[in-house]
């Protein structure tokens, strides 16, 4: 994703929340035309490596792209559709991993956020 310019890229570990996935990974995009790039790029390398997704959604649209790879769910958000999902906010209790340009191959790990609301937890 940093590759591609993706900005606050964020791993999230919920599988202790949840058994959809055990890690989501957010980025954020300028632009529709960025959006479908990124996706594109995280496509290719995974499929190189022979990771196929099992589903890809928002293509289309490209606001927002969700790419299911099984354990890890990718989410490639316009910077305002993210905003607006708010989907760290919806996991505040999943542990949180940093990356930044500076630093790709050696995450920041982050304290999660505290609940704001009581009793959100995801289960399949």
């Given at each position: 994703?940093?590759?591609?310019?993706?900005?606050?890229?964020?791993?999230?570990?919920?599988?202790?929340?949840?058994?959809?996935?055990?890690?989501?990974?957010?980025?954020?995009?300028?632009?529709?035309?960025?959006?479908?790039?990124?996706?594109?790029?995280?496509?290719?390398?995974?499929?190189?490596?022979?990771?196929?997704?099992?589903?890809?959604?928002?293509?289309?649209?490209?606001?927002?792209?969700?790419?299911?790879?099984g354990d890890v769910v990718v989410h490639?958000?316009?910077?305002?559709?993210?905003?607006?999902?708010?989907?760290?906010?919806?996991?505040?209790?999943?542990?949180?991993?940093?990356?930044?340009?500076?630093?790709?191959?050696?995450?920041?790990?982050?304290?999660?956020?505290?609940?704001?609301?009581?009793?959100?937890?995801?289960?399949?």
């Amino acid at each position: 994703m940093l590759d591609k310019k993706a900005t606050d890229v964020l791993i999230l570990h919920v599988a202790k929340l949840t058994s959809v996935a055990d890690y989501l990974v957010l980025g954020s995009a300028d632009s529709d035309r960025q959006t479908r790039a990124i996706a594109d790029h995280v496509d290719g390398i995974l499929s190189q490596t022979g990771s196929s997704p099992l589903s890809i959604e928002g293509n289309a649209s490209s606001q927002w792209v969700l790419m299911d790879f099984g354990d890890v769910v990718v989410h490639i958000f316009r910077q305002d559709a993210r905003q607006h999902y708010g989907l760290e906010r919806l996991w505040a209790d999943a542990k949180r991993i940093l990356l930044t340009a500076e630093t790709p191959n050696r995450p920041v790990v982050a304290k999660p956020a505290p609940a704001k609301q009581v009793g959100i937890t995801r289960r399949a």
